[in-house]
């Protein structure tokens, strides 16, 4: 079982629509967890960043974290066209010596 | 403007041949990485840096060697010995040399090995 799964989709959606992505992880001891995005062709950039359990929102965006089910989650609310990228959700122990762990990412495409 | 450059883009080499990728950063960061994103695999850790003169492997070392002589540049080799060499490479660094301190990523250069 690897430590973090993914769906990679792809996902397609209307404008507008509410889009939920997903990652579930193996590792208990994960304590911090991100979701990065990224453009066709580009490097990935920092979305959103959570520590532990609970919600937490930024505009239409929103990062979900359920220990007890090793589950995560992004919302994206009023999804536009510019939302479509691929979607990476990554994770850490923070502990010494241990990096960022990366799911696959799923790919989004939001349609007008 | 800070940031993350590398080059070039798009690489093209033989089998058998080293070629070296470039990253240069003007953050002042002091941990820089390299990863590997194949279709499907998400990002791979290759290797990482989180001070000048030191690096540590990452989970696919095997075939691929850097150095860190300046603070600003971590340059990738990927060698003759690296099975599978196609894919795109990304650099990143972070100002923390902990693994939640957020990584700035470079736009990536593309290999192609034929």
């Known amino acids: 079982q690897k430590e973090v799964e993914q769906d990679p989709g792809p996902l397609s959606v209307p404008e507008g629509a509410i889009v939920s992505l997903n990652c579930t992880y193996s590792?208990?001891?994960?304590?911090?967890f991100m979701w990065y995005r990224q453009y066709s062709r580009k490097g990935p950039e920092l979305l959103m960043y959570?520590?532990?359990?609970g919600n937490k929102e930024d505009g239409r965006f929103t990062a979900q974290v359920d220990k007890s089910s090793k589950y995560i989650s992004l919302f994206i609310r009023d999804s536009q066209p510019s939302d479509s990228a691929t979607y990476l959700c990554a994770m850490t122990t923070n502990q010494a010596g241990t990096a960022l762990i990366f799911g696959k990412g799923t790919t989004l495409s939001v349609s007008s | 403007d800070g940031g993350i450059t590398q080059s070039p883009k798009y690489l093209f080499r033989k089998e058998g041949q080293n070629v070296t990728l470039s990253c240069e950063q003007n953050l002042n960061h002091d941990a820089m990485y390299w990863y590997r994103q194949d279709p499907g695999q998400g990002l791979r850790l290759i290797y990482y840096?989180?001070?000048?003169?030191?690096?540590q492997k990452g989970d696919i070392a095997e075939g691929y060697s850097v150095s860190r002589e300046k603070k600003e540049s971590f340059p990738l080799t990927v060698t003759s010995a690296q099975k599978n060499p196609t894919a795109f490479y990304l650099c990143?660094?972070?100002?923390?040399?902990?693994?939640?301190?957020?990584?700035?990523f470079g736009p990536g250069t593309r290999l192609t090995v034929t």
């Open positions: 840096s989180q001070i000048v003169n030191d690096f």
């Open positions: 990143a660094s972070s100002q923390g040399v902990t693994s939640i301190d957020e990584q700035y």
């Open positions: 590792n208990s001891a994960f304590q911090y």
């Open positions: 959570t520590y532990s359990s």
